[in-house]
């Protein structure tokens, strides 16, 4: 589903973000990204959706190259990824059911399945009362949760999460954790970055730790691997 071999990641300058990261991660996994702020958590989930290149090694996610993956097949790896990032990145201007329904507009559903597909989601999510607020109407686990229905709009088969429980309050925060587990026993692969290690000492989870760019360790409810 997800594999790394001896990936760096070098920026322009010299800053090392990555170095010698390998990995794997399989169907239907769900995977917490710890570190501290500058560990190189963003860095590597970009990687995987060919925000950045690697300045070495290999990287292969969903069955696609994506070290070598061209500019024009980049939309085609990102169709079969859910993608939630720091910040909401929401249309000001469109309401929640608006936003999402957006997302399957631009992947080419008819109308009567996107307002069919946009409903299932807001109730996937809890926002059936919150569908027609604008993102400024919205709390911070509001926007989260529209976001989260958004980057499901093409079914993926990898929801990669950065830091979204970041600004949240601890009680919205398990509200977030919560729905994150309910799409992984749906099936759906989930490798989420986070700084919080409150919550994942709470959950039972298989846990990658970066520190200054290198994998410090990978363990598995306790096990190390």
């Not at 997800?2 to 390998?22: M, R, T, W």
């Not at 399945?113 to 409903?119: A, F, P, Q, Y």
């Not at 994150?180 to 990658?208: C, F, P, Q, W, Y």
Request: proline share 4%; hydrophobic share 35%.
């Amino acid at each position: 589903m997800i594999k790394l071999d001896n990936v760096s990641l070098v920026f322009q300058g010299g800053s090392v973000a990555l170095s010698n990261v390998s990995t794997e991660i399989s169907e239907g996994e769900f995977v917490y990204l710890i570190g501290h702020s500058g560990s190189g958590k963003s860095s590597l989930l970009k990687l995987l959706y060919k925000e950045y290149s690697p300045t070495k090694g290999d990287i292969e996610v969903v069955d696609m190259d994506v070290t070598s993956l061209p500019k024009w097949k980049i939309p085609l790896l990102r169709r079969k990824l859910g993608i939630v990032t720091q910040e909401p990145q929401l249309l000001e201007d469109r309401t929640t059911f608006e936003n999402i329904s957006f997302a399957l507009e631009v992947l080419g559903f008819e109308e009567k399945e996107i307002d069919e597909k946009t409903s299932t989601l807001i109730d996937l999510v809890g926002l059936n009362e919150s569908m027609y607020k604008f993102p400024s109407q919205l709390s911070g686990g509001e926007q989260t949760r529209a976001c989260i229905a958004r980057a499901l709009a093409s079914n993926p088969l990898v929801l990669l999460c950065d830091e979204p429980t970041g600004n949240l309050d601890p009680e919205l925060s398990i509200q977030i954790i919560t729905l994150l587990e309910k799409i992984n026993r749906a099936g759906t692969t989930v490798l989420m970055a986070t700084h919080d290690s409150s919550i994942v000492n709470r959950r039972k989870k298989r846990v990658l730790q970066l520190k200054d760019g290198k994998l410090m360790s990978d363990v598995d409810q306790g096990r190390y691997v």
